[in-house]
T-cell receptor, first 112, second 114 residues
Framework: GESVGLHLPTLSVQEGDNSIINCAYS??????FIWYKQESGKGPQFIIDIRSNMDKRQGQRVTVLLNKTVKHLSLQIAATQPGDSAVYFC???????????FGGGTRLMVKP | DSGVTQTPKHLITATGQRVTLRCSPRSGDLSVYWYQQSLDQGLQFLIQ???????AKGNILERFSAQQFPDLHSELNLSSLELGDSALYFC?????????????FGPGTRLTVL
């Protein structure tokens, strides 16, 4: 089930290596930045979020880094596994509602 | 399984037609969101409902409308369909309107307009 555009940037890593997925954002006033994972044929799945006043947040095997100076967000996945193969989206949340503005996505391919 | 259900899974129709997509949120979630995912536009927020009321609007065309019913399920109505409306339509739900960042997405409805 193709679910995203054909021309996504692709990151290919070896199983067991660490992965770093990057995202540039444009809205300095965003309150939160969030990473979603979308496997083929499925809807996006929440991974981790970070509030705009933080620089780093760690989860299970994942770390999100926020650099507000250069408006850059990254997702680090430790010991990447085949099950991590998916498209990863960064998203921004701002304002009274809960709407998300998604970035273009990066395809992660894990080689066994 | 996110707990969010969407029907139908696939929909094929012709230009000019009207379709209705249905979403049932997770049990207890009051907020429902609709997103469109197309090849050229990526994932785009369309509209949000909270406990039956419209809460936020994104890039939703005037030909599209949505509503949330008392039982909290939601429907997205797409009318006067054009070829460019072909896309995946996702529904997501969350507990509250503004608190928390985790939205739970359904499996999507793939709409093909011929």
């Amino acid at each position: 089930g193709e679910s995203v555009g054909l021309h996504l940037p692709t990151l290919s890593v070896q199983e067991g290596d660490n992965s770093i997925i990057n995202c540039a954002y444009s809205n300095s006033a965003s309150d939160y930045f969030i990473w979603y994972k979308q496997e083929s044929g499925k809807g996006p799945q929440f991974i981790i979020d970070i509030r705009s006043n933080m620089d780093k947040r760690q989860g299970q095997r994942v770390t999100v880094l926020l650099n507000k100076t250069v408006k850059h967000l990254s997702l680090q996945i430790a010991a990447t596994q085949p099950g991590d193969s998916a498209v990863y989206f960064c998203a921004e949340k701002k304002g009274a509602g809960n709407m998300l503005t998604f970035g273009g996505g990066t395809r992660l391919m894990v080689k066994p | 399984d996110s707990g969010v259900t969407q029907t139908p899974k696939h929909l094929i129709t012709a230009t000019g037609q009207r379709v209705t997509l249905r979403c049932s949120p997770r049990s207890g979630d009051l907020s429902v969101y609709w997103y469109q995912q197309s090849l050229d536009q990526g994932l785009q927020f369309l509209i949000q409902y909270y406990n039956g009321e419209e809460r936020a609007k994104g890039n939703i065309l005037e030909r599209f409308s949505a509503q949330q019913f008392p039982d909290l399920h939601s429907e997205l109505n797409l009318s006067s369909l054009e070829l460019g409306d072909s896309a995946l339509y996702f529904c997501a739900s969350s507990v509250a309107s503004v608190q928390g960042n985790e939205q739970f997405f359904g499996p999507g409805t793939r709409l093909t307009v011929l």
